[in-house]
């Protein structure tokens, strides 16, 4: 009969069970489907999810923060985009209409969200493509009448 190996002091020798195997290959077949992490950002994740009590629910917060990290750098949208936005919409138009006042309203709470960069361009795009609801002699002569009134 093999002597089994006594392990030496820094050694720790722990036998996982099933469950807490299954649990771990759930928690990193979710962090590989939900992020394409470097390679060494994975084995520093893979460390922290073995040596977790919860693996899932830090493959989660991983998660989070590396989209925390990724989109939200220094070039994230902040309320001062919008009033931009709302500017660039008046000279143009001359007027901010209820469509895009209500689409405008719905980017403010984005970005109070914190929505990244890709996804504001894509809704500004939505309502600076938006057509005028007046046509701009129309605008013109309504702007004439509010000045003389």
């Known amino acids: ?3 089994k190996s006594i392990p030496s002091r820094g050694q720790v020798t722990t036998s996982k069970s099933r469950q807490r195997k299954r649990s771990e290959q759930r928690a990193l077949e979710y962090l590989d489907t939900s992020v394409q992490l470097p390679p060494i950002a994975r084995r ?3 460390k922290v999810i073995r040596n977790s009590h919860r693996p899932l629910h830090q493959a989660k917060q991983i ?3 590396f989209k925390e990290d990724d989109f939200r750098g220094v070039g994230a949208p902040d309320f ?4 931009e936005l709302k500017v660039k919409l008046l000279r143009r138009d001359g ?3 209820q469509p895009q006042l209500g689409m405008l309203n719905k980017l403010d709470v984005m970005i109070h969200r914190r929505c990244t960069r890709a996804e504001f361009k894509q809704y500004a795009g939505v309502i600076c493509s938006m057509p005028q609801a007046l046509p701009k002699e129309m605008l013109k002569a309504e702007a004439e009448f509010q000045r003389n009134f």
């Open 1 to 3: 009969m093999p002597l």
């Open 44 to 46: 520093d994740a893979l």
């Open 63 to 65: 998660i989070l923060r």
């Open 80 to 83: 001062s985009d919008v009033q």
């Open 95 to 97: 007027a901010i209409f």
